[in-house]
């Protein structure tokens, strides 16, 4: 049986903090789900039934978010927290290093709002992109 060496890229304490505003689906969005994390912002977390299910199943989707993307400079709980709080505004995307995208969106309010919901999809996936390129290099 080969062992997959598991380097942690998600925060399991993070990943409780956001299942509080679970019923919107954001801990989904953060472990990298983002097709069940849309379900649940429609269905209030599947009429709250799967957001409970969910505290249990949070340590496999951390598991799994480790296992599926790539550690590096970039800090995926930084970046997160940054596009929850700060989204409208680029600020996420300035601190992964897409400066130009992150004055835009601070200009036009994350382009109306559809380009934070772009990033709530695709934000795992720009990091991963990001820390393999930059490690790559460094090899």
Known sequence: MVMTKRTPTHN????????LFGFTGSHRFYYGKPISGTIYFFTFGLLLIGWIVDLF??????????LKFKEGRIDYTAAWILLTFLGFFGIHR???GKWLSGII???????????VVYDYWTLNTQITEINSSVQEVAV
């Open 57 to 66: 199943l949070i340590p496999s989707m951390d598991r799994d978010a480790d």
């Open 105 to 115: 969106y601070l200009l036009t309010l994350g382009i109306l709002g559809f380009g």
């Open 94 to 96: 300035m601190y992964i």
């Open 12 to 19: 399991i304490v993070i990943g409780y903090i956001i299942w």
